[in-house]
């Protein structure tokens, strides 16, 4: 997340911090927000009672008739031709296609390993538009839980070809040229500029300085080894 803060998806902000128990040091732990109708109806200005969100695959905010209706649009994306300009367009004022692109090239080029077309995805929308812009009422997508990519886990990890095994509306979608052309070129934009090894660096090298000492203390609490991070080779 910290190295897409140029894209304005939903994200939580977070804070790291240290917990003592009775003056005991345990550990360090992240306070972060919540991703519910107090936060997009505080970010984006619409009313808490206007929100729907989904996460996980179950309703977090709105009525079961805006679970149907999200499962509808799923349904009509995932079923229907959309190389067709009209299905196409349908599907454009449903959803907010430079968002899902966005999002969609983002956890594929990280290769997630812990999600899928369900799991550890959510969206959200305004039920009634109440002005132009985040309240339109298309569906937007949610960036979270991106610790199992592919420096961490499997670096050969096929992901874009697992979404398209796992992701029926991807898939779907993927087929119209105008979706894939800008999809791929997202594609090529993040690898030469967003998720190049110098932006890395830097980014690993702000959390070092920043965490590196309390994530030393916390190995050597829990863990029993000396291993500092303050000087951790990148």
């Not at 229907?80 to 367009?89: V, Y």
Request: net charge negative.
């Amino acid at each position: 997340a910290e190295l897409t803060q140029q894209y304005d998806l939903s994200m939580f902000s977070f804070t790291p911090y240290a917990m003592f128990l009775d003056g005991e040091y345990w550990g360090n732990y992240w306070l972060n927000e919540v991703l519910d109708a107090k936060y997009f109806a505080h970010r984006y200005g619409c009313s808490e009672s206007n929100v729907i969100v989904i996460k996980k695959g179950n309703l977090k905010a709105g009525t079961e008739k805006d679970f149907d209706d999200f499962k509808e649009m799923v349904r009509f994306i995932s079923e229907n031709d959309m190389t067709k300009r009209e299905n196409f367009l349908k599907a454009s004022d449903m959803i907010d296609m430079d968002n899902y692109i966005t999002y969609m090239a983002i956890e594929i080029f990280v290769a997630n390993g812990d999600w899928s077309d369900v799991k550890n995805v959510a969206m959200w929308r305004a039920r009634e538009k109440e002005k132009d812009g985040y309240t339109d009422g298309r569906w937007r997508w949610i960036l979270f839980d991106l610790n199992d990519h592919r420096c961490y886990s499997d670096s050969k990890r096929e992901s874009l070809q697992i979404a398209l095994e796992e992701d029926e509306m991807f898939r779907s979608l993927l087929q119209n040229e105008e979706f894939s052309n800008i999809f791929y070129e997202r594609l090529q934009f993040l690898m030469e500029t967003v998720f190049t090894p110098e932006q890395g660096a830097r980014a690993l090298e702000k959390y070092r300085s920043w965490m590196g000492n309390a994530l030393s203390l916390e190995y050597r609490r829990f863990h029993d080894t000396e291993t500092d991070f303050s000087q951790f080779d990148k």
